[in-house]
């Protein structure tokens, strides 16, 4: 959130009232993240909601009121039909939620509003949100055009909704949350070690943010034409049982397989397995949202929970590399049948254009953990590349940076700060993605020695032929 509009606020000419078909789609989507936010919070006490279970992490209070706080500052103040600006239902409270100012390990100490009228600052918001949503339109604003900052909303709470999961997945104490079990899989041990050759060539990455990507967030734009070398990469993410190979080969005590800052990290911290791992009588278990299970009962599904030098160290202790953010797109969106030099990048999603669903992807929190690999057929690449949407994100060998001809919109304190800094790509979207999210080109980021949240990989090789 910033005071800076110079991108959003155009003086507005008359507008024409979204479709009924483009209103209802919007509505949707904002109640959709409502419902897990609230799912979220109302799994756990008041006391609970507004203790720091980690100072990685912001008390589960804050995130309610900072979701609402965005919708009122974007939505509601510069989204209403025919006006530049329009007053806020909470604009004296704007300095306490602001999340570029206010690191997380300090907001406990801020005067915040407790979880009933962060609650209730939330409900206003959205009350006011949908009635303009009724009236609205494209009115000469890049904002307005095509309902973007409604989406933008509904895809900022999803975002705030993965990381309250991930508060939960860190919180001590009994179980509060609860989902059916992922579906099983009856290709793991055919799909777990095998690779997928790719033989590159010249493709589009990135979107111009057209059609049903119209809600791609600046630093997915625009589209550019980048070459690919031929290369190899793994049919599914790298799993427990793999990992734990790793980890019993003194992976975490070879200091040749650790780039300098990783060994630096891990010999400070003292890590020796992912995070959420403990051995108990010898025999490694994994908790996750409060429930303990031995590594061995949920052997095929992709590790989660580590960090990028935790994956470089596997990727090199398996003769292998992490992918670059080039070649995971690339693979993410490779179409053999489009023609042209090594194929061409028409698909939106590995299985052809079709948004996501169960049957496609494991995202929305509805199993609270990954599915074992090969559990989702309906989504795989044409290639056979399985879960590259869902499940965990994956640590890609590349910095962050902005795409030739990159504009910030609407404001720069969502990506352009960070540009050129320590932080590593993740692709792919994890289970507690939203679908409104997941997509081949959306760009996730986070320093490298960070493993809270839901991430995992998948490794990759140079090919010397096309």
């Known amino acids: 959130m910033t005071s800076d509009l110079s991108a959003a606020t155009d003086r507005p000419a008359s507008a024409a009232r979204y479709p009924d078909a483009l209103r209802r789609r919007l509505a949707r989507e904002l109640a959709a993240a409502r419902a897990r936010t609230q799912a979220l919070t109302d799994a756990v006490g008041e006391a609970e909601l507004m203790r720091q279970h980690s100072p990685l992490m912001s008390p589960l209070h804050w995130d309610v009121a900072h979701i609402a706080n965005m919708e009122d500052f974007w939505l509601v103040r510069r989204a209403t039909p025919g006006q530049d600006a329009s007053p806020g239902v909470r604009e004296d409270i704007d300095h306490l939620y602001d999340a570029f100012t206010n690191p997380r390990s300090g907001r406990p100490e801020l005067p915040l509003l407790d979880p009933a ?145 990783g060994w630096e990290h891990i010999t400070s911290e003292g890590w020796s397995a992912p995070m959420a791992w403990e051995k108990v009588d010898g025999v490694w278990h994994r908790t996750s949202f409060g429930v303990r299970e031995p590594i061995t009962d949920v052997a095929d599904q992709p590790v989660v929970h580590v960090c990028f030098h935790e994956a470089l160290a596997y990727a090199t202790w398996a003769g292998k590399r992490l992918p670059t953010e080039v070649e995971w797109e690339y693979a993410a969106r490779f179409d053999p049948a489009a023609g042209g030099e090594g194929g061409a990048t028409t698909r939106r999603f590995p299985w052809g254009d079709d948004d996501p669903t169960p049957e496609r992807a494991n995202l929305d929190g509805r199993h609270l953990q990954p599915a074992p690999v090969g559990a989702y057929p309906a989504g795989a690449s044409p290639l056979g590349v399985h879960q590259l949407i869902g499940d965990v994100w994956e640590w890609c060998d590349s910095g962050f940076e902005g795409y030739p001809g990159f504009t910030p919109f609407p404001y720069k304190e969502y990506s352009e700060v960070f540009f050129g800094g320590d932080f590593r790509m993740l692709r792919g979207s994890s289970f507690g993605v939203g679908t409104v999210n997941a997509r081949t080109t959306f760009r996730n980021w986070d320093l490298p020695i960070r493993r809270q949240i839901f991430s995992g990989f998948r490794c990759a090789r140079s090919a010397e032929h096309a």
Request: no cysteine; net charge negative.
């Open 117 to 261: 009228e962060a609650r209730a600052y939330g409900a206003s918001v959205r009350e006011r949100a949908l009635a303009i949503l009724e009236e609205a339109g494209a009115d000469g604003r890049a904002l307005l055009d095509d309902g973007f900052v409604f989406g933008m909303i509904a895809q900022h709470e999803q975002q705030h909704v993965e990381t309250m999961l991930a508060t939960h997945q860190l919180r001590k104490g009994p179980r509060a949350l609860d989902a059916d079990p992922p579906p099983a899989s009856s290709r793991a041990r055919e799909l777990v070690g095998s690779e997928v050759f790719h033989p590159g060539g010249t493709f589009t990455m990135g979107t111009d943010a057209t059609g049903p990507d119209v809600y791609a967030l600046d630093n997915e734009r625009p589209a550019h034409r980048v070459e690919v070398a031929p290369f190899h990469l793994d049919a599914a993410p790298v799993t427990n049982a793999e990992y734990a190979r790793f980890v019993a080969d003194d992976g975490y005590a070879r200091r040749e397989l650790w780039s300098e800052a």
